[in-house]
């Protein structure tokens, strides 16, 4: 019977062309589906620079650990220095993705995410070529609240701040990003299996997106950050394709 019920789930997953791209234990084969650091590099805009040693993937989960540190030169972003306050986590997909016509992507995982002034971890998507796409699948800008975005342009941009109680507990977070019309994709964004937000983006049909997990401080979550090293946990990261 259970069997049977297995492959009648196969059976529908092929007929509607669903592939699981990042499987939910990936953090136990790391190097077969991360690389560490942004796509770019260390730097980008908030005062943390990223470092491997502040990557752990013990317990199969994924754990950014962000330390104050002194003596580091500035970060440099839109024509401006930042200053270096922590070495933390990021680390990359090693595969893009790219939305295609009558397709799309579910991007999901749990989240122990800090919430204090300054800290400021994220679960996003990111334009390979120019800017954007991007899609903030969830981001904590250090207010308490969690952030769900997209952006057409830089002053074009849909963004909703949730209630996040709770932070210390596991929560879930899920986005349906589909083809919405051959063109523009929709996104619905659930937190804790509820839905939360429909958004919609312009020009991401056939536009290449960096899947990127970091934990930024300061920046657009304020300053000065916290004092002493705090962590940002991570499980059960899944990308699950609808590209036909
Ligand atoms: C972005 O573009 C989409 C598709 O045209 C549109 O539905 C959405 O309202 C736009 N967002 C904003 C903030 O204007």
């Known amino acids: 019977m259970l069997l049977k019920l297995y492959i009648a789930a196969q059976l529908a997953a092929l007929a509607f062309g669903q592939t699981t791209l990042i499987p939910s234990n990936s953090f136990s084969s790391f190097d077969s589906h991360w690389n560490y650091l942004y796509p770019w590099g260390t730097d980008h805009n908030g005062g943390a620079r990223m470092d491997k040693s502040q990557v ?3 317990q199969g989960y994924l754990t950014l650990t962000s330390k104050p540190v002194t003596g580091q030169p500035p970060a440099h972003h839109g024509g401006k220095d930042i200053p270096i306050h922590y070495l933390s986590g990021a680390i990359h997909a090693k595969k893009t993705f790219t939305v295609q016509a009558g397709g799309g992507f579910d991007f999901s995982a749990d989240f122990i995410a800090p919430v204090d ?3 400021w ?3 996003w998507l990111t334009a390979v070529q120019g800017w954007p796409p991007e899609i903030d ?3 904590w800008k250090g207010s308490g609240k969690i952030s769900f975005n997209t952006f057409n342009t830089s002053s074009q941009v849909t963004a909703l701040d949730v209630a996040y109680p709770n ?3 596991w929560h879930t977070v899920r986005a349906e990003i589909r083809d919405a019309n051959g063109r523009d ?4 964004f659930y937190l804790d299996n ?3 937000a429909t958004q919609h983006g312009s020009n991401y049909v056939n536009a290449g997106l960096y899947f990127i997990i970091n934990y930024q401080m300061e920046g657009s979550s304020g300053s000065p950050g916290p004092s002493t090293t705090t962590t ?3 499980r059960n990261v899944k990308v699950i394709s609808y590209n036909p």
């Open 137 to 139: 699948v969830a981001e």
């Open 185 to 188: 994709v929709s996104v619905k």
């Open 121 to 123: 971890p994220a679960f």
């Open 194 to 196: 509820t839905l939360v």
């Open 232 to 234: 940002y946990s991570v």
């Open 56 to 58: 752990s993937t013990a």
């Open 117 to 119: 002034k300054g800290t």
């Open 167 to 169: 932070p210390k507990a």
